[in-house]
């Protein structure tokens, strides 16, 4: 009994305690540094936007790579898929002056990707780790071999329409709330909807189901008659579908609305730290992605309050910090589960 | 963990093979009997050199090198159809590239000096059943810390560099083996760890450059450490390019092998590498020399940086690397983990960098296309089954000649569909580019070019489903055409494809009708 | 594993032997060369060697080129180039290009262009007196090295009159700077600006951030809509592509905010970039002005000096009294109050007067 309690105090509190705590302290700093209401609520809600626009693309692209190491298959060319999904989505809009047949095509071309590490992974039984080496290779070659082909330009495209921003009329008058969650992307919204679909996917529907015991346990799926490279292949391409999204999100939703070479920046990798931080599972990789996107905006906010000024000199260190948490937690002081047979190519067993 | 595909290219090699090449195969091990029987009574050295000789007959040998090789066409092959369609002129680009490396080897060299390092580090740590993905973070630790002694200690000449070399080595080693440790007594899977590590020595070598360590001065505007003393630096050997580091790299190669093939440590990681469970059975404690063996990774790849650092850049500069260590994987991948076959590979890909540039002057096709092939290269390693299913598959095609001979029409006009479905995946591709006719006509050209590629390879498995999608690509043809009709694209053309393509597939459809369902095969 | 090791050794000891055999043959005889002529002319006067961002990045790369197609129009020259793609490849292409090779004829001038070539300039400079060489962004000392050519820009006197102008049109009398990271190069343009933002408002509130990257514009926008936010409404950015997040962050937020939210340009014209539409720019724009450094000027006049024979090596200021500094003003996108200008004008007058001196680094704690 006294245990439970402790796994309870443990589990149900403490983090939101710990949270609440630097959540005040934030606020403090951040009223003392600009002194003024309107400011205050301004800045305030400009903290919780920024996370969120930074969280999405991670969380989207890590959704994918949850889809795909539950079944089984690592996929490390997370990146690579990001980076074709944000070049096609500049691309098709630029031709067809329409935002949302860019975002079509780009999560198209995260998934077409996904079938490239399909087939090797599954069909072909290839190295998980050197396929995905390769599409992160073939993908920063090709996007900026197009990118000069398409505009004969060098470096960054030209630009295009940009994915219009939602906005919700009875939210904007609300301080904070309002700057924080008004006049967002859609695909901000929609990645929401993603992680509870996700979850319900993965652990309410037979799809799910099977989908885990091929990470699990395949011999036991096969066993069952089902499919195991089936299953693999449709997590693979659904992790391509959702990088390209995320993609699309980097590049023609938030910021400049162009595709510069190189644009994802390494977010692929640091998709993946949130997925392990996340444990595998959907709101895991809410928490992790938001906790991540929290610290890449902290980094710029420490430059707004001038008692913190100094940090900026430390910004590298703030920086690494997602990757030293992951890092720890492999470690062991968190535990991170990962799919069991995750890696291991399944051979269907040849029957007699 | 089980990330040994790679490996079954050396060990699958007495699985039964059937036809042609199992001919082949016999003939050529006849030959090697002989020729190890014709020197039985030879003098000592002669007949060691021609045992070593006749190893190279050995299938063993060949393979790798085969599928190494192939891989290396088809990634060719794919990426001459990409510049085509984009438009630049692959003959002259691949000419020019050719010519530009050759004429300056120095500067192959010098690409391949640190990816040589780089490549070893990788293929040594999977050779104990690890990935050392981070061979960048590594390679960084390196180089700094090589900068670091190299403009702190003065030293004499000749000393300074070695000193500078061994403090680059045991930087990188360090940095690779804490992820060892935690793989090895925490369970951290090294995949991850390493390569968070590496993003983790990248900002702090970064920050060490603009912060504690910045050169000062008036002039100094950038991230970086002081120049090196010129007694730590290591004297260019042959050009303008090529330092003595690369001999460092040929030292290292002959060291690994060394290491993994004749000595205790390097049998038990390979052991390790092999089947964990029965190593340490066998008494082999695996977490000591998975530690040990990504240590060692590190320190290749902290030599590469510190080579680079003492070699060319003369000093740090932040964030200074173009991916060497991510390179690394590449050339291990290409080198099958053998420490000769990433030295070949490591020049290989040093040739495509060197030539990359005369490629850009001349043909002018960006040096990106060196990614590009060098991803595809990757991609095509890393499915060994590509390779064997297209292997298989043409012999079985090539049978299929020999079983009818009698009345060889079928396999005939698969072949001609087989044609002109590439072909017409390859024209629809190439009309992608016509985006002014609108969403319709873009989506069934993509979805032509798709069905082109899906239709080719199910009638190159012989299997009767690539001829319905040949007729369905055909009528795409017709639609394209309609859609084009007015627009000032050659709509003639379009229809000429379409009417071969379904005359093509009515053809064989009533071909195969007559034989019965498709002969097995499956895609 | 079975693999036979001395099977391994043998082939690539024959590789090796097989390899180098005809690399001694390629470098002996050369087959690859053109067959040899009496003399080989150069086609080219100039090379340059860019940077290793490359060609588009708005910047240096791109200002050079266009310098130099401008020699080319006026002169008459030829020129060519190559893109490093690691600062490593620097030394062996200006060697090459030294050394001319293919040619009997050596190039006239040699053009490197940022910083992190330093080092490779001084050691080729060293080995060949006789070649006019020429560095973009970086001091080498001509009494060392005099046929090498600085060519330096005194940012900060720039970044002191669109300083100045943000000071006068602030509302909310804070001024933001976004660099693109923490090093003197950029800190020339944030003392600049901030110095120039006092020197019109005394005592305004300003704050400066940096990127950490030069290449992702969504940093560069987080960073902005956290500035604006934060009631800054003039932002200049030094932040290479990163920067160019910032006027499209002053793009969103106009809207939402009580205050005009502007963004300031920085090296090229950036002007237009403020439109809603910047391919068919039309007023407004919301970039007031870009501090403008004439890369391709100093390009420009390096290469008119060797071709009219005038080369003296050393160093070139380029500062607002010669032009290779300014700040843009395009009436067609927006108007600003000739008061302003004025204003702005007077300080630039002063500070190529020598009235005023602009700091070149971070002269506040």
């Known amino acids: 009994m006294k245990s439970n309690l402790k796994r309870f105090l443990r589990k149900n509190v403490i983090m939101p305690v710990v949270l609440l705590v630097v959540i005040t302290i934030l606020m403090k700093v951040t009223y003392d540094a600009v002194n003024d209401a309107e400011r205050f609520y301004d800045l305030t809600g400009w903290l919780l936007q920024a996370t969120l626009q930074s969280a999405t693309p991670l969380i989207l692209a890590a959704l994918g790579g949850m889809y795909s190491e539950k079944s089984g298959i690592v996929n490390i060319g997370l990146e690579g898929m990001m980076l074709m999904g944000a070049f096609t989505a500049v691309a098709a809009t630029y031709f067809f002056y329409d935002p949302w047949i860019g975002v079509l095509a780009a999560v198209l071309a995260g998934g077409l990707l996904g079938i490239v590490h399909a087939i090797i992974t599954v069909k072909m039984k290839g190295n998980h780790i050197v396929s995905g080496t390769g599409i992160i290779l073939f993908a920063g070659g090709f996007t900026t071999l197009m990118l000069e082909v398409i505009w004969n330009r060098k470096g960054m495209s030209e630009q295009v329409t940009a994915l219009p921003n939602v906005n919700i009329p009875f939210l904007r008058d609300i301080p904070i709330i309002g700057v924080a969650f008004d006049n967002l992307s859609p695909i901000v919204y929609f990645t929401f909807v993603l992680v509870i679909v996700s979850w319900y996917v993965l652990y309410r529907t037979p799809f799910g189901l099977r989908l885990r015991a091929a990470g699990e346990d395949p011999s036991t799926l096969d066993a069952a008659g089902i499919s195991v490279e089936k299953y693999r292949f449709i997590g693979v391409v659904i992790s391509g579908l959702l990088a390209g999204l995320s993609g699309a999100y980097i590049s023609i939703s938030f910021g400049l609305p162009a595709f510069g070479k190189q644009m994802t920046g390494g977010r692929g990798f640091i998709a993946l730290a949130a997925l392990i931080f996340g444990n595998w599972s959907p709101f895991g990789v809410l928490g992790a992605g938001l906790f991540f996107g929290f610290l890449d905006t902290l980094q710029f906010f420490v430059g707004f309050v001038p008692a913190w000024a100094w940090v900026q000199g430390y910004s590298q260190f703030i920086q690494m910090l997602p990757f030293v948490l992951v890092v720890l937690a492999l470690a062991g002081i968190r535990k991170s589960v990962p799919p069991k047979a995750i890696a291991v190519p399944y051979e269907k067993e040849v029957k007699a | 963990m089980n990330e040994d595909s790679l490996q079954d290219i050396g060990n699958q090699s007495d699985e039964p093979q059937k036809g042609l090449i199992s001919k082949l195969r016999a003939d050529v091990e006849k030959i090697r009997i002989k020729m190890v029987d014709s020197v039985e009574d030879a003098p000592g050295p002669i007949k060691s050199i021609v045992l070593a000789i006749s190893n190279l007959l050995t ?59 780089t490549g070893l580090s990788v293929a040594f740590v999977f050779k104990s059943g690890l990935f050392n993905i981070g061979a960048e973070g590594q390679l960084y630790m390196g180089s700094m810390a090589a900068a670091i002694l190299g403009y702190l200690i003065p030293l004499p000449y000749g000393i300074h560099p070695l000193v500078c070399l061994a403090t680059g080595a045991i930087a990188g080693a360090l940095w690779g083996w804490l992820p060892g440790l935690l793989r090895a007594y925490r369970g951290a899977h090294e995949v991850v760890t390493t390569m968070m590590l590496s993003y983790t020595a990248i900002l702090f070598t970064q920050w060490l450059a603009a912060g504690p360590l910045k050169e000062l001065g008036e002039f100094q505007w950038n991230a970086q450490t002081t120049r090196i003393l010129e007694t730590a630096e290591l004297p260019t050997i042959w050009g303008n390019y090529l330092h003595a580091g690369f001999l460092i790299a040929i030292v290292c190669v002959f060291v690994v092998a060394f290491i993994l093939d004749r000595t205790v440590m390097g049998y038990e990681m390979r052991a390790v590498g092999l089947n964990e469970a029965a190593a340490e059975t066998a008494g082999i404690n695996p977490k000591k020399n998975m530690a040990m063996s990504l240590a060692i990774g590190g320190g290749l790849a902290g030599l590469a940086g510190a080579s680079e650092v003492q070699g060319t850049l003369h000093r740090f500069y932040n964030q200074w690397s173009p ?43 960006p040096i990106e296309m060196v990614g590009v092939m060098q991803g595809l290269v990757v991609l095509f390693v890393a499915a060994p089954r590509v390779i064997q299913w297209m292997a298989d598959q043409s012999l079985d095609y090539g049978k299929w000649f020999s079983v009818e001979k009698a009345r060889p029409i079928q396999p005939i006009a698969f072949a001609l569909s087989m044609v002109i479905a590439l072909y017409g995946a390859y024209f629809s591709f190439s009309l992608l580019g016509e985006a002014q006719l609108g969403l319709m006509f873009i989506g069934i050209s993509a979805v032509t070019s798709v069905l082109g590629i899906v239709a080719f390879f199910l009638l190159f498995a012989r299997n009767s489903r690539g001829i319905i999608i040949s007729l369905i690509m055909s009528i795409c043809w017709f639609a394209l055409a309609v859609i084009g009709m007015g627009a000032g694209v050659d709509i003639g ?15 064989s459809l009533l071909l195969v009708k007559g034989v019965g369902k498709s002969k097995g095969g499956d895609a | 594993m079975s693999f036979s090791n001395k099977g391994m050794i043998a082939a690539v000891l024959i590789v090796i032997i097989a390899v180098g055999a005809v690399g001694a043959y390629i470098v002996i005889y050369n087959p690859f060369a053109p067959p040899p002529e009496e003399f080989v002319e150069n086609p080219y006067d100039v090379a340059i060697v860019f940077a290793t961002g490359g060609l588009g990045d708005k910047s240096f790369n791109d200002g050079c080129k266009q310098g130099a197609d401008d020699a080319v129009g006026d002169f008459g020259i030829n020129y060519t180039y190559v893109e490093p793609t690691a600062i490593a490849e620097y030394e062996g292409f200006i060697r090459s290009y030294a050394e001319h090779t293919d040619y009997d004829e050596p190039y006239d001038l040699i053009i490197s262009i940022g910083f992190d070539q330093a080092d490779a300039v001084m050691a080729v400079a060293e080995d060949y007196p006789n070649q006019y060489m020429a560095i973009v962004d970086m001091f080498i000392d001509p009494g060392t090295y005099p046929n090498v050519t600085s060519l330096l820009f005194n940012e900060h006197e720039g970044s002191a009159l669109v300083g100045a102008m943000s000071g006068l049109m602030t509302q909310t009398d804070k001024v933001g700077f976004v660099g693109g990271m923490d090093i003197p190069l950029i800190n020339k343009f944030a003392a600049g600006y901030v110095f120039g933002a006092n020197y019109t408002n005394e005592g305004i509130n300003y704050t400066i951030a940096y990127t950490n990257d030069w290449v992702d514009t969504n940093v560069g926008q987080t960073l902005a809509d956290g500035m604006y936010a934060a009631g800054t409404d003039v932002i200049f950015a030094a ?4 920067g160019l997040g910032v006027i499209d962050s002053a793009k969103a937020n106009n809207d939402s905010h009580a205050y005009h939210t502007w963004a300031i340009g920085v090296d090229s014209p950036q002007m237009y970039l403020g439109c809603a539409d910047p391919e068919n720019p039309v007023a407004p724009t919301l970039v007031m002005t870009s501090m403008l450094k004439r890369v391709d000027v100093a390009v420009y006049s390096v290469i008119e000096q060797v071709h009219e024979g005038t080369y003296t090596g050393g160093l070139m200021f380029f500062s607002l009294s010669n032009g290779g500094i300014d700040y843009e003003i395009n009436e067609d996108l927006l108007v600003i109050a000739p008061a302003i200008i004025s204003e702005v004008n007077d300080l630039k007058a002063a500070i190529i007067a020598g009235t005023v001196v602009v700091p070149d680094d971070i002269y506040w704690t």
């Not at chain 2, 438009?87 to 690409?111: E, M, T, W």
């Not at chain 2, 390179?327 to 060197?354: E, H, Q, S």
């Open chain 2, 59 to 117: 299938w063993i040998f060949w393979k790798p090198v085969i599928w190494a090789l192939f891989s290396v066409l088809l990634a060719v092959i794919t990426s001459a159809v990409i510049m085509e369609l984009a438009g630049y002129n692959s003959y002259v680009a691949f000419s020019a590239l050719i010519i530009g490396a050759l004429r300056q080897f120095d500067r192959v060299l010098f690409f391949a000096t640190p990816l040589i390092f």
């Open chain 2, 323 to 365: 991916g060497l260590g991510f390179d690394g994987i590449t050339v291990a991948v290409l080198g099958n983990n053998n420490p000769f076959g990433c030295l070949l590979a490591a020049i290989f890909f040093g040739f495509l960098r060197a030539g990359g540039n005369a490629m850009h002057q001349q043909a002018h096709v």
């Open chain 2, 493 to 507: 053309f379009m229809i000429l494809v379409g009417l071969i393509q379904s005359v093509l597939a009515v053809f």
């Open chain 3, 239 to 242: 932040a290479g592509r990163s």
